[in-house]
């Protein structure tokens, strides 16, 4: 089928267009500059940013996938999870435009879509069942059991506190770096020792994994950020930025990649797949690489256009979702900005 896919819940406008498996055009629009002179994603802001981008971006992916509206067979939107007003403005969208088409449309979880990006990775192999997904960005840290896509997606684990690349973001803040804060830390950590500070890893000793086995947190391991950079303040020192930049992503990227391999040595599942923004740490994916193949686990790794949000990878979902004979939402459906993951589409239509 040919589905055109609308994503914003968060600061990308994506909007993406699949064949089946092949990936036609995805056309990201970020209101990121707007955001980052408030240091951090503004709602009403990314609202106003996504009305803006929708038209001028589906008329671009279009044009790059030369097909038509006519030609569509489906649309598919993000109904959450998200930011509820950013949300809300491609629901509306993704409505209008299936009402005064007359397509059928596919109301569909964010995170699931982030797997399905893999799918239509160009070049390649299909994906196999059942794998462990590590998403990481901005707005969430999630462990995820794959046994099928389109029927049977199981949450291990999330962060308790801050997303993986929020701590990125409030850490850059504490080293003056600015936002958004992961690729500043990664610039700094270049020049650093890793091994120079040991950060804690949260929820990896002993009682807590035992509760918390796949779940993350990233607050205290700020917070010991912020106190060591108030000791060196305080006896006069010069904070090591680079040093300290990067200790702390080791201690993310250490944390995240034993995790996520537990998860695949307990469930005995010998496949990784990676998502979310923060994969644009080289960091975090070469430790992932490494330590993956001695666990003998074949890692993943869209390519970063199809890890941050987009909107190839909602189409990409949907595009599954039809071919596995489901049928499409009714209207009957808002921005849910809590959906669970297990809900992979909302409000499919009763049987007729
Ligand atoms: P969502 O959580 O809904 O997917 P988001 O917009 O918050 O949306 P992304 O756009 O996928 O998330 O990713 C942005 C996050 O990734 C930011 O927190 C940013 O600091 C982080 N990030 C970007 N590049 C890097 C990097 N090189 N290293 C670590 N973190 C990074
Ligand atoms: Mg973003
Ligand atoms: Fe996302």
């Not at 971006?57 to 569509?72: G, P, R, T, Y």
């Not at 270049?190 to 091994?195: E, H, I, S, V």
């Not at 993943?300 to 071919?323: F, H, K, V, W, Y």
């Amino acid at each position: 089928p040919l589905v055109l896919g609308i994503e914003t819940s968060c600061d990308e406008t994506g909007i993406g267009i699949v064949r089946g498996r092949t990936l036609l055009s995805n056309t990201i629009a970020s209101s990121m500059d707007e955001h980052a002179r408030y240091g951090g994603v503004i709602p009403e802001v990314a609202a106003r940013a996504h009305l803006e981008a929708l038209q001028p971006s589906i008329e671009a992916a279009l044009a790059e996938a030369q097909v038509q509206l006519d030609d569509l067979d489906a649309i598919a939107v993000t109904s959450g999870p998200g930011l509820a007003g950013a949300l809300m403005v491609g629901v509306g969208a993704a409505k209008g435009l299936a009402v005064s088409l007359g397509k059928p449309l596919y109301a569909v979880n964010h995170l699931v879509g982030h797997i399905a990006a893999d799918i239509v990775t160009p070049d390649s192999d299909p994906l196999e069942y059942p794998t462990i997904a590590l998403l990481v960005s901005g707005g969430h840290t999630s462990l995820l059991h794959v046994r099928d896509l389109t029927t049977d997606v199981e949450l291990l684990g999330e962060t308790m506190d801050d997303a993986a690349g929020e701590a990125f973001d409030k850490v850059a803040r504490l080293l003056s770096l600015p936002y958004p804060g992961g690729p500043e830390i990664d610039r700094a950590a270049a020049d650093g020792d890793p091994k120079a500070i040991r950060f804690p890893r949260g929820l990896s000793k002993a009682p807590d994994m035992e509760k918390h086995r796949y779940d993350f947190s990233f607050s205290g391991l700020k917070t010991a950020v912020a106190r060591w950079v108030e000791r060196c303040e305080a006896s006069g020192e010069q904070v090591p930025v680079a040093d300290v930049a990067a200790s702390f992503r080791e201690a993310v990227v250490d944390v995240l990649v034993t995790k996520a391999l537990a998860a695949c040595a307990d469930l005995g599942v010998p496949r990784l797949l990676l998502g979310g923004g923060v994969i644009a740490n080289k960091r975090l994916r070469d430790v992932a690489i490494e330590r993956a193949a001695a666990a003998g686990v074949t890692v993943r790794i869209p390519p970063l256009s199809l890890c941050t949000d987009n909107g190839a990878m909602i189409a990409a979902l949907a595009a599954e979702l039809i071919s596995s004979g489901r049928r499409p939402s009714t209207l009957a459906f808002g921005a849910d900005s809590t959906l669970p993951v297990t809900e992979i589409q909302i409000a499919e239509s009763p049987m007729e």
